[in-house]
T-cell receptor, first 111, second 115 residues
Framework: QKEVEQNSGPLSVPEGAIASLNCTYS??????FFWYRQYSGKSPELIMF????GDKEDGRFTAQLNKASQYVSLLIRDSQPSDSATYLC???????????FGDGTTLTVKP | DAGVTQSPTHLIKTRGQQVTLRCSPK?????VSWYQQALGQGPQFIFQ???????QRGNFPDRFSGHQFPNYSSELNVNALLLGDSALYLC??????????????FGSGTRLTVV
């Protein structure tokens, strides 16, 4: 079992809809949780991080964290074709000194 | 403000050869981590350098080694290349004293192809 699990997708939503991306993790010692966006052929770009239970909003993006359930999610409201990318969930354990990534969920937003 | 710079962008090597990849971290960052990303997979942690020392290491063989220089730049060396080493190699830098707690800034990567 992978340390960080994501639905591989692809996830397809129409323009203007809400896209919901999910992630579960196994390391209870993880302290920070990240969502990176990776366009095809490009490197990952940090779009959200969260470290407390609950919701964190930044523009059209909302990250949700539930440490008891070891679950992280990302909601993208009013999805745009430019949001089409692979979204990588990552969890960070400071003691281990590294972030562990899932394999990503590919999102396609159709005009 | 310069971001993370990696060189070269693309590289083709033959099995058994050795390769060196280079990285300059974002201005103000002192910690460099290296990741390997195979096609269709998430990045896999190779190792992290801080204060010119390897601080953490992932499950990679000793063929993978690195170095960090006093100006915080870093090199990744891979010896005895295998076909399975073909991947995108990512350099990630992070803020001083945070232990990468607030995330990474990635370079554009080096695409290594082993033939």
């Amino acid at each position: 079992q992978k340390e960080v699990e994501q639905n591989s997708g692809p996830l397809s939503v129409p323009e203007g809809a809400i896209a919901s991306l999910n992630c579960t993790y196994s390391d209870r010692g993880s302290q920070s949780f990240f969502w990176y966006r990776q366009y095809s052929g490009k490197s990952p770009e940090l779009i959200m991080f969260i470290y407390s239970n609950g919701d964190k909003e930044d523009g059209r993006f909302t990250a949700q964290l539930n440490k008891a359930s070891q679950y992280v999610s990302l909601l993208i409201r009013d999805s745009q074709p430019s949001d089409s990318a692979t979204y990588l969930c990552a969890v960070h354990n400071t003691n281990a000194g590294k972030s562990t990534f899932g394999d990503g969920t590919t999102l396609t937003v159709k005009p | 403000d310069a971001g993370v710079t990696q060189s070269p962008t693309h590289l083709i090597k033959t099995r058994g050869q050795q390769v060196t990849l280079r990285c300059s971290p974002k201005s103000g960052h002192d910690t460099v981590s290296w990741y390997q990303q195979a096609l269709g997979q998430g990045p896999q942690f190779i190792f992290q350098y801080y204060e010119e020392e390897e601080r953490q290491r992932g499950n990679f063989p000793d063929r993978f080694s690195g170095h960090q220089f006093p100006n915080y730049s870093s090199e990744l060396n891979v010896n005895a290349l295998l076909l399975g080493d073909s991947a995108l190699y990512l350099c990630a830098s992070s803020s001083p004293g945070t232990g990468s707690l607030y995330g990474y800034t990635f370079g554009s990567g080096t695409r290594l192809t082993v033939v």
